[in-house]
């Protein structure tokens, strides 16, 4: 270990000086070039900490264009402020002394507020009242927005019950809907308990989201079987007393069973509960919200394959369920991972009229909005186009005009980007003026919109727009001067050929805070790829993954972040790349990536070469150490995947095992152990239960039987992230990693 230690001073310590002033460093890293360095990556990968920024998100007035938003930087910072989207003004509820010290008044001690406080909107006393509802050390407490005055609320208060995601208040705020362990309640106002329904062990109930019918008359309520699904063993290691424990949890493994769940309709007056029909086959299924009416409940159900969506309706009285539309993708699929972890939420816009809803699909080669009615007949397609809608923003009320996030700027396909649309079709109104990121909250009358956005250079600022096309005004914007001690700079962009030659990837580059481009600096990639998920960053704050990359430029390396051929954001057609054949074809593009990088841009070191990801991106930093051994000689695989791993993640991308064995097999890292030449390292957490540890041992016994020589990480009791000082450990043994196995600039 001395000798090691003695290797990276020389490399590091070497490094002729720069004109730029050196960050500052702790005391602990003085006399210690690694550390040093350890030290200043630590703060680029923190770099988001010294933004000062509204992070709490606003929330519109139901009756009128005015919004609160808490401040965070400016003039008003520390307390909320009413903004008037009509009048363009901003008014304190009140300033931060004077609510500091009505604060502290009904606590009884001096209370200090946070630099962002969460807080909900609540009715008053009056129709036309409205109060802020937070909670502060532990207690709820309510600021009228009328008379200026904060008050302590009870536990059992309907407006505190607003605070937790655990707690569902009815339509006509009669009652609540509470999530108690495995099992749940009905409470009514009198806090007496209505129903309540006991769960079990891998049987328990669920309270999704718009739960309520429009009335308060019906929830809907899911109980979640998974008796019946595989389970991997947890093992808690007892550190103190040295007798280990095991807890088994269930895990749908790919060709395994999944979670069966069960939909019932529950009618709180009456005490009763009524079980609805199941859809056949295995599927996964999400409630969608209500027809306007409360005529029928909607439940979308995506097949295990992802090749099949339906779209239900259930009638709440008697429980009984139609068939509203179905969408099937035989060659490909319609949902996948994305899908289920948010994608199902988007897919279904009742409109006001009670007659039609608004469906995305992607079935003309782009996620396009079309318009149906409840019977299922198609009336028309609303948007087209060689761009993506990433989601509906909201429906104006009593006009044909739909608000979207697309994108549709040809010259940046990865912007989101506001735009009005019209029921009959058309062409699009873009409604922001700049590039980059949005995010759009809609005021209640769609009038006017709450627009925070960012560019990769650009620090996000918060206006207020109108739905017109009239010129927005900025009321507030992020603070960033705390960087400049950092020297910070954005990445560089990116742009190269696929591996086929022909399809454009954008990625960025990220590089030493003390660059020298006349130097030659080791490469790593950062890689996640896959269908999954897009990582390189269009934001100022970026990705997980660029905050990676950017850290680990700072020890002396010049690091890529690219989206590969697959990944989702684009087209069907780019997503689908790699449908039905996953790590075929992502290194080849991230290789011709680094390449064609390199050849303009003499400074990048091509012979010596690293890739590092975690989960996916551990597995494709496997994919890469033993599908191009001569580029990468150095890889760390974080807590990596395998393709025999979740069924909700595999099977939608490459088909049933029982159809496309082949495609498995050719995916496998396994299979590929006696190409590892370079040096690697793979860590994973033993409480891990979104990549089971059982996927680095798998990889590691075959490395083991092919005498191949790996470096392993087993941190007890992390999961699939390790946490607290674990994550800190895991960080510097990454960077530690590469030093040691690249060096530094030369």
Not at 128 to 157: N, Y
Not at 250 to 267: I, Q
Not at 408 to 418: E, F, G, N, Q, T
């Amino acid at each position: 270990m001395r000798q090691l230690v003695v290797f990276v001073i020389a490399v590091i310590g070497c490094q002729p000086t720069t004109t730029a002033t050196q960050p500052p460093t702790t005391a602990t890293a003085q006399g210690d070039p690694l550390q040093a360095r350890l030290d200043v990556a630590e703060k680029y990968y923190r770099f988001i900490e010294r933004i000062r920024d509204t992070l709490v998100a606003p929330r519109w007035l139901p009756d009128r264009d005015q919004f609160v938003y808490w401040s965070a930087v400016g003039p008003h910072r520390g307390t909320w402020v009413l903004v008037d989207a009509q009048e363009r003004t901003m008014v304190p509820v009140l300033p931060r002394d004077a609510l500091s010290a009505q604060l502290s008044q009904v606590v009884g001690q001096k209370v200090q507020l946070p630099d962002n406080l969460g807080f909900v909107l609540a009715p008053g006393l009056a129709p036309d009242q409205h109060r802020i509802v937070f909670q502060l050390q532990d207690r709820s407490f309510a600021l009228g927005l009328s008379d200026r005055r904060v008050v302590a609320l009870a536990p059992t208060d309907r407006a505190a019950l607003m605070l937790s995601a655990s707690h569902h208040l009815s339509s006509d705020g009669r009652t609540v809907a509470v999530q108690r362990g495995s099992g749940f309640a009905v409470v009514g106002s009198d806090g007496n308990t209505l129903l309540e329904q006991r769960g079990e062990e891998n049987y328990e109930w669920q309270i999704p989201e718009r739960a309520w019918s429009p009335d308060g008359r019906f929830l809907l309520v899911f109980r979640n079987d998974m008796r019946g699904v595989h389970k991997i063993p947890i093992v808690d290691y007892a550190y103190e007393t040295g007798i280990e424990r095991v807890k088994m949890v269930p895990y749908s493994k790919v060709g395994t069973p999944l979670r069966r769940s069960e939909l019932y309709v529950v009618e709180p007056a009456k005490g009763r509960v009524t079980q609805v029909p199941p859809a056949p086959g295995e599927t996964y299924d999400w409630f969608s919200g209500w027809r306007p009416d409360g005529s029928e409940a909607l439940v979308l159900h995506l097949s295990r394959d992802g090749k099949r969506l339906e779209l239900s309706a259930v009638e709440p009285e008697a429980g009984k369920t139609r068939l509203v539309l179905r969408e099937d993708r035989p060659s490909s699929f319609v949902g996948a991972l994305d899908f289920a972890e948010n994608g199902w939420s988007l897919q279904v816009t009742p409109l006001e009229d009670n007659k039609r809803f608004l469906w995305m699909s992607e079935r003309d080669g782009f996620r396009h909005v079309y318009l149906y009615d409840y019977a299922g007949t198609l009336e028309r397609q609303v948007t087209s186009g060689p761009f993506p809608v990433h989601r509906v923003l909201g429906v104006a009320p009593k006009a044909d005009a739909i608000f979207l996030l697309a994108s549709a700027d040809s010259a940046a396909p990865y912007d989101r980007l506001l735009y009005r649309a019209s029921l009959a079709g058309g062409d699009l109104k873009r409604l922001s003026p700049d590039p980059g990121i949005h995010r759009i909250t809609l005021a209640p009358s769609g009038r006017y919109y709450i627009d925070g956005h960012s560019t990769r250079v650009q620090p996000r600022v918060w206006d207020v727009g109108s739905t017109d096309g009239g010129a927005p005004f900025r009321y507030a914007e992020a603070d960033t001067t705390a960087l400049a001690e950092l020297h910070y700079s954005p990445p560089e962009p990116l742009t190269v050929l696929a591996a086929d030659g022909v399809t454009q990837l954008y990625g960025v580059l990220h590089k030493p805070w003390d660059f020298d481009p006349k130097k030659h600096y080791p490469v790593i990639d950062v890689i996640y790829a896959g269908p999954w998920i897009s990582v390189v960053p269009w934001s100022f704050v970026g990705t997980e993954e660029s905050r990676w990359a950017n850290s680990l430029a700072q020890m002396g390396f010049v690091v890529m972040v690219l989206d590969a051929r697959g990944t989702p954001g684009r087209s069907k057609a780019f997503q689908d790349a790699n449908y039905g054949r996953v790590g075929q074809t992502e290194i080849p593009d991230h290789v011709a990536g680094l390449r064609q990088a390199a050849a303009t841009r003499p400074y990048m070191d091509l012979s010596r070469v690293g890739i590092y990801g975690h989960s996916w991106g551990g597995y494709f930093a496997l994919r890469g150490m033993l599908t191009a051994p001569e580029l990468f000689k150095a890889g760390y695989a974080g807590a990596p995947g395998a393709l025999e791993e979740e069924a909700v993640i595999m099977e939608p991308n490459l088909g049933l095992v029982s159809e496309n064995r082949a495609g498995y097999e050719a995916g496998s890292n396994v299979s590929l152990a006696r190409n590892l030449r370079g040096a690697l390292k793979m860590m994973h957490g033993t409480s891990d239960v979104n990549a089971s540890v059982s996927t680095t041992m798998r990889m590691a016994e075959a490395l083991i039987r092919e005498g191949k020589h790996f470096e392993l990480l087993i941190m007890p009791g992390q999961p699939h992230s390790p946490k607290g000082s674990a994550f800190q450990y895991y960080k510097d043994d990454v960077h530690r990693f590469f030093v040691k196995e690249l060096g530094g600039p030369r």
